[in-house]
T-cell receptor, first 111, second 113 residues
């Protein structure tokens, strides 16, 4: 079983719609959770971090964490063509000094 | 504020050679991590350093090594290069470690021929 799994893509959404990305993790002791955005040919960029159960909103992005279900999600509201990228879920176990990344979900926002 | 700086941006090496990649973290950041990114395996953890100490190492052969200097700059070395080492090598830094979230550099694209 992979440490971090993301819903397979690619995900195509119309401009203005909500894009929903899902991520599950295997280490129940994980404490920190991140979403990175990676444009083609660029390096990953941190867009959201979440540490406790519930929702965290930042602009058009909302991260949701459910530790009991070992599940993290990212919602992108009012999707824009500039949101077209690969979104990477990353998890830190706390005492292992590393981030474990999912394979990524590629999102395409069509105008 | 300067970001994470990686040099060189591109490298072409021959099988059997060795290579050294460099990373300068954001000023004040003491944790530096290295990742290998390939289309097939995604982002794979190589190692993490904090105040010149390696705190964790990923599942890579001993040909992959790294170090961190007192100014937090880091280098990674790959000896006896293999074709499969062709990848994007990413350095990331944070103030205290992965829990605080990482900022990535632009990466070094290594091609082994």
């Amino acid at each position: 079983q992979k440490e971090v799994e993301q819903n397979s893509g690619p995900l195509s959404v119309p401009e203005g719609a909500i894009a929903s990305l899902n991520c599950t993790y295997s280490d129940r002791g994980s404490q920190s959770f991140f979403w990175y955005r990676q444009y083609s040919g660029k390096s990953p960029e941190l867009i959201m971090s979440i540490y406790s159960n519930g929702d965290k909103e930042d602009g058009r992005f909302t991260a949701q964490l459910n530790k009991a279900s070992q599940y993290v999600s990212l919602l992108i509201r009012d999707s824009q063509p500039s949101d077209s990228a690969t979104y990477l879920c990353a998890v830190n176990g706390g005492s292992d000094y590393k981030l474990s990344f999912g394979a990524g979900t590629t999102v395409t926002v069509r105008a | 504020k300067a970001g994470v700086t990686q040099t060189p941006r591109y490298l072409i090496k021959t099988r059997g050679q060795q290579v050294t990649l460099s990373c300068s973290p954001i000023s004040g950041h003491r944790s530096v991590s290295w990742y290998q990114q390939t289309p097939g395996q995604g982002l794979q953890f190589l190692f993490e350093y904090f105040s010149e100490t390696q705190r964790n190492k990923g599942n890579f052969p001993g040909r992959f090594s790294g170090r961190q200097f007192s100014n937090s700059r880091s280098e990674m070395n790959v000896s006896t290069l293999e074709l499969g080492d062709s990848a994007l090598y990413l350095c990331a830094s944070s103030y205290s470690g992965p829990r605080s979230g990482y900022t990535f550099g632009s990466g070094t694209r290594l091609t082994v021929v």
